[in-house]
């Protein structure tokens, strides 16, 4: 098994999380959070998301985003182009409130097309790349992907591979994020869907 085989089988894995984690949820508890420590269901679903289509579509390739290509921003009725990493508790209050949960699910969708064409077509030479800080500067501070932890996710990032990413944000990170919202679905009290 090689690198991308190892990274498709996990994040195949993962797409049945978010149908389980939503299952018999209100509205109300997937846009607010039982705990003022803790950021709601769909902000955590809209930041992995984002951190994916980002990821994939701007720093592993150079094409455009998902958001770019399909009006997102409108359809989801969020005009920040962050990824979110950052915001204020008012800023996720706020986005929480407004986002469309229904073109959220499908926005997703669309990131994860994208992310198995993108991955697939990529040459696993590719993935032994290292990152250069004038490309991830481009794209967290200039592009505003970064919001006001730009600076840091430049550190951050500077000096790792591509694959080094693809297991970071699209794998990792997401099981991190997912974690953190099926404890918020257990704190609302809601039947462990396994």
């Given at each position: ?63 455009n ?31 929480c ?26 040459p ?65 009290g ?5």
């Open positions: 098994m090689d690198a991308k085989q190892l990274f498709f089988e996990r994040y195949r894995g993962f797409q049945e999380y978010p149908a389980l984690l939503l299952d018999g949820l209100s509205e109300h508890q997937l846009r607010h959070s039982p705990h003022p420590a803790l950021s709601p269901i769909s902000w955590a679903l809209w930041h992995i998301a984002r951190c994916e289509d980002v990821g994939v579509n701007r720093l592993l390739t150079v094409g985003q998902v958001l770019q290509d399909g009006n997102w921003s409108a359809r989801l009725r969020v005009s920040d182009r962050c990824i979110g990493t950052g915001m204020s508790k008012a800023e996720v209050e706020r986005l409130a407004e986002i469309d949960l229904t073109e959220l699910a499908a926005y997703r969708s669309a990131v994860t097309d994208r992310t198995e064409s993108v991955v697939g077509d990529l696993s030479a590719d993935l032994t790349q290292r990152f250069d800080e004038e490309k991830l500067r481009q794209v967290f501070v200039h592009e505003g992907a970064g919001g006001l932890a730009a600076e840091e996710l430049v550190e951050g990032y500077a000096g790792h591979t591509r694959g080094w990413l693809l297991g970071h944000i699209v794998l990792t990170h997401h099981f991190y994020h997912i974690g953190q919202a099926f404890g918020i679905r257990a704190m609302y809601a039947a462990n869907p396994w």
